[in-house]
C-alpha cells in the first residue's frame, strides 16, 4: 500500500472517529437532558436542563463539523495522479511531508511525521498548483518542493 493511501485512510480514520464521538456525546447530553427530574427547587430543574440543552447543542455542531470534514475527504481522489500540487497531493518538501487535504495536524504514519493541511491554510495556499522544483516562502523561511505524489 502506498504511503499517499496509507495517509489518506488514517484521515478517514480519524474524521471517522470524531463523527462517532460527537454524536454519542451528542445523544449522552440528550438523555442527560430528558433524564432531568422536576423537584421543587424549579429554577434548579430548568438550569440543569438548559446547561444539558447548551452541551447538546455544543456537540451537534461538532458533528457537523465533522460531517462536513468527512464529505470534503470523500471527494478526494488520491489515485489520479498530478504533477501540480491539489487536494490529494503529498507533497515533500525540504522542510517535511504534507498531505493537502484537511487540517488534521501532524499524524505519524509508519515512522514518518507527515503534515496533513488544508489547502486554504497559509502554507496550503502556497504550494497549491506548483510543481515539484518550484520554492515558496512563508514567514521569510524558503521552501523547496521535491515531490508531488
Known amino acids: 500500500m502506498s504511503i499517499k493511501l496509507k495517509v489518506y485512510e488514517k484521515c478517514v480514520e480519524l474524521v471517522d472517529q470524531k463523527v462517532l464521538m460527537a ?27 438548559a446547561m444539558s440543552q447548551i452541551e447538546r447543542d455544543m456537540h451537534a455542531k461538532q458533528f457537523t463539523e465533522a460531517l462536513h470534514l ?3 475527504l470523500e471527494g478526494i481522489t488520491i489515485s489520479k495522479p498530478s504533477k501540480k500540487i491539489q487536494v490529494g497531493s503529498l507533497v515533500l518538501t525540504s522542510i517535511g511531508k504534507f498531505f493537502m487535504s484537511i487540517a488534521l495536524g501532524k ?5 514518518e511525521d507527515i503534515f ?5 491554510s497559509p502554507l ?7 510543481k ?18
Open 116 to 120: 496533513i493541511i488544508s489547502p486554504i
Open 70 to 72: 468527512k464529505q470534503i
Open 124 to 130: 496550503g495556499q502556497l504550494m497549491l498548483d506548483k
Open 23 to 49: 454524536q454519542k456525546a451528542m445523544k449522552d447530553a440528550q438523555e442527560s437532558a430528558n433524564s432531568e427530574e422536576k423537584s421543587t427547587a424549579g429554577d434548579k430543574y430548568n438550569t440543569a436542563r
Open 132 to 149: 515539484a522544483g518550484k520554492k515558496v516562502k512563508l514567514n521569510g523561511k524558503e521552501i523547496e518542493l521535491l515531490e508531488v505524489l
Open 107 to 111: 499524524l505519524n504514519i509508519d515512522g
